[in-house]
């Protein structure tokens, strides 16, 4: 069944998009959509990193055989939902399949909720045993391991995963040390949501791991490969080179034509041709990290960061940032704040001047920012009011998951969420509640209320 893709606005909120760079370039899930029935292992053998791995996954039938297809973007979301989680030390995090498929940019009808529980289940239950292939510490280590080490999720009477669904999962430990060693690479997520074939988005996913890694900062410009270990990597089913080239055409076609890749070449013959990538202008160049955190100190998404940061240096950005608080601490107010500092960045005709007046008086200085502090607070409370009430009922969840972590189970999750929605509690007050609960060192003491109100 096609995609029904619908635009990534309502992504989770601040998720940081970040690929684990061993997944990612290792291609541990297929790129192909559909696979042969009762295809439920596979073993490759190719050259990663100028060196020869061996790589094998088993996997069952009974949930569809081994990850492919909408799988790769299942597991790079559940990445940025343990970002936007705060990044718990033991991997486990709770969300919603709402969450998920928005962050993916799918539809949230029936249709994709089942197709999400069988992708789920397929990264639960297939093992991936990795020969000298897994990068750690600086070391080349051998490795056995499941993406999701644990799933926990409520379902309706008929066992299906709906709106009212709450997961909990527990990433592999091996994925968290990567993530936790920052060995991990920025991916643009509404890029590759935005593309319209699971295939596309998959190669996409897997090309732009080869183009530039922790090891190798300088993107690539190109990448050369033999069409055999490609197919590996791709863990394409059928290593017929005909076959291969058929399988990857799609993806290539929808890559050319949205610019991430300039070209692709056959080069040579039968099972030693060499296929040559170019990339595009949409490529694009590697962020400095330094520079995104400082844009995102201002107040920008990681997005909109990550994107100025790949098109200007960090002394250029630094530079800018200095000039545009020089500009409102001489008392200018732009109308919008996020505006006015990216377009000082991007500005190439220098129409602001350095010519400012002197810093304002620490007295004037800290009346104003108190009346920023108060506007800010107002911003927040019309913001708030502004929201629908299922988008109130969503952030008041996202609260809970995050200052109640393990403490709460998921049966408790899926029935606070119930209470929210059909008006019992009150999204903003539950808010308030928790934070105040938390400060306060409450939180047990809050729960057990909680747990009480539903038995009586």
Request: proline share 4%.
């Amino acid at each position: 069944m096609a995609s029904k893709r619908s635009a990534p606005k309502d992504l989770v909120p601040k998720a940081k998009h970040f690929d684990e760079a061993n997944v990612a370039r290792l291609g541990l899930i297929s790129i192909q959509e559909r696979i042969p029935e009762g295809y439920s292992s596979w073993e490759e053998e190719f050259e990663f990193l100028g060196k020869p791995v061996k790589l094998a996954c088993y996997a069952s039938d009974k949930v569809g055989g081994v990850p492919h297809g909408l799988d790769n973007e299942v597991s790079l979301a559940l990445i940025a939902l343990y970002f936007n989680a705060g990044s718990p030390e033991d991997g486990t995090f709770t969300a919603t399949p709402y969450q998920i498929l928005k962050l993916m940019g799918l539809d949230t009808s029936g249709y994709y909720y089942q197709a999400l529980k069988e992708s789920l289940l397929r990264l639960t239950t297939a093992t991936y045993v990795l020969s000298e292939a897994w990068r750690s510490d600086g070391r080349w280590q051998s490795v056995t391991f499941r993406y999701i080490e644990k799933l926990e999720y409520t379902s309706s009477q008929d066992g299906r995963l709906d709106r009212s669904s709450v997961l909990r999962i527990t990433l592999a430990k091996e994925i968290v040390r990567s993530l936790k060693q920052n060995y991990v690479k920025p991916i643009d997520i509404e890029f590759m949501a935005s593309l319209r074939r699971p295939l596309s988005r998959a190669l996409y996913r897997l090309l732009d791991a080869q183009r530039f890694s922790p090891e190798h900062p300088a993107p690539l410009a190109r990448f050369e490969v033999n069409l055999m270990e490609w197919a590996a990597a791709c863990k394409i089913v059928h290593k017929r080179p005909d076959k291969v080239r058929r399988t990857l055409e799609p993806a290539h076609e929808e890559l050319i034509s949205r610019r991430y890749l300039q070209s692709v070449e056959y080069v040579g013959r039968g099972q030693n041709q060499t296929i040559v990538y170019v990339f595009g202008e949409e490529a694009g160049g590697v962020a400095d990290m330094e520079a995104v955190d400082l844009l995102m100190a201002e107040g920008l998404s990681f997005t909109s960061a990550y994107s100025l940061a790949r098109r200007y240096s960090l002394a250029r950005i630094k530079d800018r940032l200095e000039l545009y608080r020089s500009i409102l601490a001489s008392g200018y107010k732009p109308k919008n704040r996020l505006g006015f500092l990216v377009d000082v960045i991007r500005d190439e005709e220098g129409k602001y001047s350095r010519a400012l007046p002197s810093p304002l008086p620490k007295r004037a200085q800290a009346h104003r920012e108190e009346e920023e502090a108060r506007r800010i607070e107002e911003e927040a409370e019309r913001e708030w009011q502004s929201m629908p009430k299922e988008a109130q009922v969503r952030r008041a969840v996202q609260v809970a998951q995050l200052v109640l972590r393990s403490r709460i189970s998921v049966g408790e999750l899926e029935e606070l969420t119930r209470l929210l929605e059909a008006g019992a509690l009150e999204p903003k007050a539950l808010v308030e509640e928790l934070k105040r609960a938390a400060s306060e060192g409450r939180l047990e003491e809050w729960l057990q209320a909680f747990r009480e109100g539903l038995e009586g």
